[in-house]
């Protein structure tokens, strides 16, 4: 297959803002979640949340919403691309993170993590940890920015993302680094080659 387009994801969130402030939950007039009534809370980007219906659809939506606004400032300079339409793209990906991923987490408002030590074997789900990212980048490629007055800032990089120009889709490998601060998600998009 012939690589057409890369797009790098530098430093991309693991995590989402969804709230502001945590509500209090007084029972009996006795405060049942001191550490955290009043303080943000956080949203792993994680798909198993979504898939078991654990993740209410406001949160989905503040979700993805953040995640598109992130992708399209990655991607802003981006030109479309021209799809002959017996030749379309297939897009793969490869996601560079730290082998203990899994146990990336946001606490008080800051991202916290430690190098895995040596004996540490993989607990994380590859699907679960970049589906989210498959959709919301097919998504904002094949959409236009617009900023808030509705003025096109990028132009859609593919006409959609249909099976006629995204033959195929949702490939993610993992790579290992040292340090989550390196951190990177790399998509690739080829012109299918149909054998």
Sequence with gaps: MKLIRTFVLHKFPTHIKVSDKRKAKVVDGVLKNPSTAGKPKYQKLNFQGLYSGNIHPHTRSKLVAKMHRYINIQIRNH??????????????????????????????????????????????????????????????????????????????????DSARFLSGTGEMRRRYIDDLADRKIIFELYEDDLE
Excluded: C, H, Q
């Design 79 to 160: 030109l479309p691309i021209k799809i002959d339409p017996e030749k379309p793209l297939v897009l793969r990906g490869k996601m560079y993170v730290p082998k203990n991923y899994g146990k990336v987490s946001v606490r008080g408002g800051v991202l916290t993590w430690k190098p895995p030590k040596a004996s540490y074997e993989e607990e994380w789900d590859v699907l679960n940890a970049s589906v989210f990212w498959i959709k919301a980048f097919e998504d904002s490629i094949s959409r236009p920015e617009e900023d808030k007055n509705d003025v096109i800032i990028r132009e859609a990089i593919i006409p959609d």
